[in-house]
């Protein structure tokens, strides 16, 4: 199966949970392809969903609310928006980190 037909069984989920708050899902592919949830996306992820249909983009979907989609197609999404990009790379690296744990 190729990058651009992941299914939520091809993925890694992680489950990061901060004091306090809900616990946020992630996952990693086998190719190392991390994903995030969709609403990082600027216009959230109800139209993350239908752009990623739209442009054949993987993504993973949890329930009905909770999409992931792939970390550098989401970080493409927000260029303009420096907050978002730090937000996606901080994420990024706590994917990875609790990868290799």
């Known amino acids: 199966m190729d990058d651009s037909e992941h299914s939520e069984e091809d993925l890694h989920l992680i489950e990061l949970q901060a004091p306090g708050s809900a616990p946020l899902h992630a996952g990693v592919s086998a190719s190392g392809l991390v994903y995030l949830r969709g609403d990082l996306h600027p216009l ?5 969903l ?3 249909a739209r ?3 993987p ?3 949890l329930g009905a609310v909770n999409v992931l989609f792939p970390a550098d197609w989401l970080r493409g999404e927000c260029l303009h928006d420096a907050d978002r990009l730090r937000v ?3 994420m990024e690296r706590l994917v990875r980190g609790a990868r290799a744990a």
Request: no cysteine.
């Open 44 to 48: 959230g992820s109800a139209t993350a």
């Open 50 to 52: 239908i752009k990623a």
């Open 55 to 57: 442009e054949h983009v």
């Open 59 to 61: 993504y993973a979907a």
């Open 88 to 90: 996606i790379a901080a």
